[in-house]
């Protein structure tokens, strides 16, 4: 048996006589390293499972220096089953993983066997995922297994794509469909571009996330389009820096920061630009949730949404310090007000339509009122005409206002 980390398969360098027999082809002047997965013993008649091929081909390839690639060929109608794997560093060069195919995901759970991810990159500095494939983690198969909606502790399910301590990474140019729990977790990393990637699930399916980011820092969402049946991009504890531009999302429940204050040792979130983005039909916009309840002082602080358009939005802008989804939340000490500490948040140039008539709404905590937030020219109609749109405040300890501001102000 290979080596696993909480059940997911790695493979250790020394592990297989594979290496030697590796056909190792050259990509043509540039001098690129290619290790073509196919060569490794990969198939794509989308049943036998290609986990250890793929391991093989990293491996060999996170021994060699320059820019090796990964490469996995597309396959006409076929695809590659993989169960779950750990892509693990510190490689010598700077890793490109070429996806052309389409990478399938097992069915329900029981491969995963307690690993929480799908497709992991754990501990790379210097890596490239592109090419055009897909990453299908098959989620309807295990949607009806998950828990979190009804029970605050539940078994986290298996993301399907987690870039772990990683440095320089960059994916682009890829599909991932269909995630049994979160799309992409981006967690314990730093410098991390996610670029003109496309990431659907339906509606309906239970904490899909597109993308999902904590403990990390200057980190760049651009360009990508979310289709989802949770936050198209989620910004949790220890992300500080982090940049969301260019991103449609919808369906969806929008952009987030949260949920925050549950867990003791919970560090801030600083530094977070959400811009030029179009948020269409989702029960969110741009939202910040943090926990009833939760008793841990987290800051989160510097924060600025600009340049958004709403389109059938629920909530368009909404800051949640109740927020408890769950009936467990009757509990006495979940009546406790959020001490988390909201300062310096600003909404700009925020248009559009809104699904109900308060279009905005400020609701921060009786323990740590909310410093600083901003509202200029905000334009949010009730989709029925005619209808105004109103505000509502809570807790909110002063703020700038400035511009056009339908509904009026409730700073
Ligand atoms: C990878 O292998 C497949 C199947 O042998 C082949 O069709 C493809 O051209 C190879 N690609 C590269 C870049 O080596
Ligand atoms: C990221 O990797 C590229 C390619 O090796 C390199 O040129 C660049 O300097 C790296 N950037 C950082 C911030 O390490
Ligand atoms: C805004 O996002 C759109 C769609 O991704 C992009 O084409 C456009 O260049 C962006 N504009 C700015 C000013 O960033």
């Not at 060069?93 to 995901?105: S, T």
């Not at 340049?307 to 368009?316: E, F, H, Q, Y």
Request: aromatic fraction near 6%; charged fraction near 20%; glycine fraction near 12%.
């Amino acid at each position: 048996m290979a080596p696993r980390l909480r059940g997911c398969l790695l493979l250790l360098a020394m592990a297989s006589t594979w290496l030697a027999a590796a056909d190792v082809a050259d990509a043509g002047g540039g001098g690129r390293a290619v290790f073509n997965v196919t060569d490794f013993g990969a198939v794509a008649d989308g049943k036998t499972d290609n986990s250890r091929a793929f391991l093989r081909a990293w491996t060999k390839a996170c021994a060699t220096p320059g820019r090796p690639t990964v490469f996995v060929p597309g396959a006409g109608d076929g695809s590659y089953l993989l169960h779950p794997v750990v892509f693990r560093g510190p490689c010598r060069g700077f890793m490109e993983v070429h996806v052309a195919g389409v990478l399938r995901a097992p069915p329900g759970l029981a491969a995963f066997r307690g690993c929480r991810e799908w497709v992991h990159f754990s501990s790379v500095d210097g890596l490239l995922v592109s090419g055009g494939g897909t990453f299908d983690g098959r989620g309807s198969t295990a949607w009806p297994l998950n828990d979190c909606p009804k029970k605050r502790d539940c078994n986290l399910l298996p993301t399907s794509i987690k870039l772990g301590r990683v440095r320089n990474a960059t994916i682009t140019g890829v599909t991932s469909l269909d995630s049994k729990f979160f799309h992409i977790t981006v967690a314990g990393s730093h410098g991390v571009r996610i670029h003109r990637v496309t990431i659907r699930a339906p509606r309906d399916s239970p904490n899909t996330d597109g993308v999902h980011i904590q403990g990390s820092s200057d980190v760049r969402v651009t360009d990508s389009t979310v289709a989802t049946g949770d936050d198209c991009v989620s910004v949790g504890p220890g992300a500080s820096d982090v940049e969301v531009s260019g991103v449609t999302c919808g369906p969806g429940h929008g952009i987030s920061v949260g949920s925050l204050g549950r867990y003791p040792g919970e560090e801030d979130v600083q530094r977070l630009r959400v811009a030029n983005c179009t948020i269409a039909g989702t029960s969110n916009g741009v939202r910040i949730k943090t926990w009833r309840g939760g008793s841990h002082p987290t800051a989160v602080s510097g924060l600025v949404f600009e340049d958004i358009v709403m389109s059938k939005v629920r909530n368009p802008i909404i800051i949640d310090q109740e927020y408890c989804p769950y009936a467990s939340c009757r509990h006495e000490s979940e009546q406790r007000p959020s001490a988390v500490r909201i300062s310096d948040v600003a909404f700009r140039n925020i248009r559009g339509v809104s699904a109900t008539q308060v279009a905005v709404k400020l609701w921060c905590s009786e323990a740590s009122p909310c410093r600083g937030l901003e509202l200029r020219d905000i334009d949010l109609r009730f989709v029925k005409r005619g209808v105004a749109t109103q505000s509502q405040c809570a807790h909110v300890a002063g703020g700038v206002v400035a511009g056009t501001l339908v509904p009026p102000s409730c700073i």
